[in-house]
């Protein structure tokens, strides 16, 4: 699991162990946990299956939508991990998410796990890399934005799919190769 507690750089909190502040409930996953504490899958579950028209597939959506919903999709996910893993401001929470959802954060998260995909995911993310931003972040390089908008291509279309696990998974993967790099 990663290294995701907000203490003092290099203050060695591991999620899981005793001495852990940001330790979540009886040392149960941060998935089980996150989907105990919000009821998460059901809600998502029920938008998924009353909105979606008959017949759809989530490989329908344009790479641009995707990416829509998967940045809002990872942000949920590290806010959500944040709030059951840390005892800190609300300021220090969100100064760390953004940390991970800028564009170069992404960039260099996907180049890391960008082997791990399947051959499925790998074309939701060429296709969401090599889309036409209409426009892109005064503070990010176009490289560094169009692989961001690949990773959140994927992450949207896993979860559209109601690949929970899957998702789940890449995300812990991609923050997990940033706090090695920390």
């Not at 899981?16 to 149960?28: I, S, V």
């Not at 059901?42 to 829509?68: D, G, H």
């Not at 992450?155 to 790099?181: H, N, V």
Request: include cysteine; aromatic fraction near 8%; charged fraction near 25%.
């Amino acid at each position: 699991s990663a290294q995701f507690c907000l203490g003092r750089r290099n203050s060695g909190y591991i999620e899981g162990k005793e001495h852990c502040p940001g330790r979540h409930a009886r040392g149960r996953s941060i998935q089980a946990s996150i989907g105990e504490t919000t009821g998460l899958d059901e809600f998502f579950n029920t938008i998924r299956e009353q909105e979606a028209p008959q017949n759809w597939k989530a490989q329908q959506c344009s790479p641009i939508a995707l990416a829509f919903l998967g940045d809002t999709v990872f942000d949920l996910y590290l806010r959500t991990k944040l709030v059951l893993t840390s005892r800190v401001s609300a300021n220090a929470m969100h100064l760390k998410a953004s940390s991970y959802a800028k564009a170069a954060s992404q960039a260099r998260m996907m180049h890391a796990i960008e082997e791990r995909l399947t051959p499925e995911e790998h074309g939701i993310y060429r296709r969401g890399r090599n889309a036409k931003p209409l426009s892109v972040p005064k503070n990010a390089k176009l490289s560094d934005y169009k692989v961001a908008t690949g990773f959140e291509a994927v992450l949207g279309y896993l979860f559209l799919e109601g690949r929970d696990q899957r998702l789940t998974e890449i995300i812990e993967a991609a923050i997990a190769s940033m706090d090695r790099k920390e």
